[in-house]
T-cell receptor, first 111, second 111 residues
Framework: SQQGEEDPQALSIQEGENATMNCSYK?????LQWYRQNSGRGLVHLIL?????REKHSGRLRVTLDTSKKSSSLLITASRAADTASYFC???????????FGQGTRLTINP | SQTIHQWPATLVQPVGSPLSLECTVE??????LYWYRQAAGRGLQLLFY??????ISSEVPQNLSASRPQDRQFILSSKKLLLSDSGFYLC??????????FGPGTRLTVL
């Protein structure tokens, strides 16, 4: 399968701690994207990182991409209860116009 | 700014009944449009995508179909629903090599 795979499947941490989620994929990509989904809602686009980029930041979010290892990580610093959600990575493979989503990481922030 | 509308929010239909879900996008021209289905607690499965009016690519053989009668309108249909069609249906749009933006979703229950 070409789809990205997130690790861990579930993560529970205390408010204020940092949360790290990982994503691995199998073939060359154009870009990799991270999304958040609150329960029962649509997905929200967080960050897009292109294959020639290694790191991007957006507020408390930091995404890294290692194309040699075909992996990416999403770091959420100083977590808040409102960060509780499922996080998905999605990849756009070279020559394709579609995203392929992983199964997601369910993040729970405990107050 | 761009807005994506999707309706209805919830739908309960009997097995064998027809289906029509509509998605419209405002504030952008010639977007790529996508229909996804998400089973409970799982990732997204791409059903159809469209790069222009009348152009539909099907990803998964099934009893669903899609149409794009106008530039910013994407419709998901079925002539006869199956129990296995239950799920959370999400419409999304994108432009160029950028992230996808999702609608609020339709929760479909087939009884």
């Amino acid at each position: 399968s070409q789809q990205g795979e997130e690790d861990p499947q579930a993560l529970s941490i205390q408010e204020g701690e940092n949360a790290t989620m990982n994503c691995s994929y199998k073939t060359s990509i154009n870009n990799l994207q991270w999304y958040r989904q609150n329960s029962g809602r649509g997905l929200v686009h967080l960050i897009l990182i292109r294959s020639n980029e290694r790191e991007k930041h957006s507020g408390r979010l930091r995404v890294t991409l290692d194309t040699s290892k075909k992996s990416s990580s999403l770091l959420i610093t100083a977590s808040r209860a409102a960060d509780t959600a499922s996080y998905f990575c999605a990849t756009v493979f070279q020559g394709a116009q579609k995203l392929v989503f992983g199964q997601g990481t369910r993040l729970t922030i405990n107050p | 700014s761009q807005t994506i509308h999707q309706w209805p929010a919830t739908l309960v239909q009997p097995v064998g009944s027809p289906l029509s879900l509509e998605c419209t996008v405002e504030g952008t021209s010639n977007p790529n449009l996508y229909w996804y289905r998400q089973a409970a607690g799982r990732g997204l499965q791409l059903l159809f995508y469209s790069v222009g009016i009348g152009q539909i690519s099907s990803e998964v053989p099934q009893n669903l179909s899609a149409s794009r009668p106008q530039d910013r309108q994407f419709i998901l249909s079925s002539k006869k629903l199956l129990l296995s069609d239950s799920g959370f249906y999400l419409c999304a749009w994108s432009v160029l090599d950028a992230g996808q933006y999702f609608g609020p979703g339709t929760r479909l229950t087939v009884l």
